[in-house]
């Protein structure tokens, strides 16, 4: 079993209030969890009202298989997102030993 995590930092320049950060937030995570069957959650920012670090993660059998996930979910936020500043996206893929 391997696990892909990704902790997406975004900046929102034109919000200015924590209303319509939560908003798109939710708008990206709902549409992560629905669209690629990832867990996702903001994990950072919870306070701040133009940054937020979004964490998903895919539980694959492939480790390929579930960076190819996590890549095509960043891929989705850049493309359908254009007023967010991606600040970085840090992705870490673990194999998770197994017990017989």
């Known amino acids: 079993m391997n696990i892909a995590v990704c902790a997406l930092s975004i900046r929102l320049p034109e919000n200015h209030s924590l ?58 936020v850049l493309e359908n997102y254009p007023d967010i500043e991606v600040l970085g996206a840090q992705v870490e893929v673990f194999p998770v030993l197994q017990r017989d």
């Open 19 to 76: 209303k319509g950060k939560r908003q798109i937030v939710h708008s990206i995570t709902s549409r992560l969890q629905n669209r690629f069957h990832v867990s996702a959650a903001e994990v950072e920012g919870q306070g701040l009202w133009q940054v937020s670090t979004i964490g998903f993660a895919y539980v694959s059998n492939r480790a390929d298989h579930a960076r190819e996930i996590i890549d095509r979910a960043v891929s989705f």
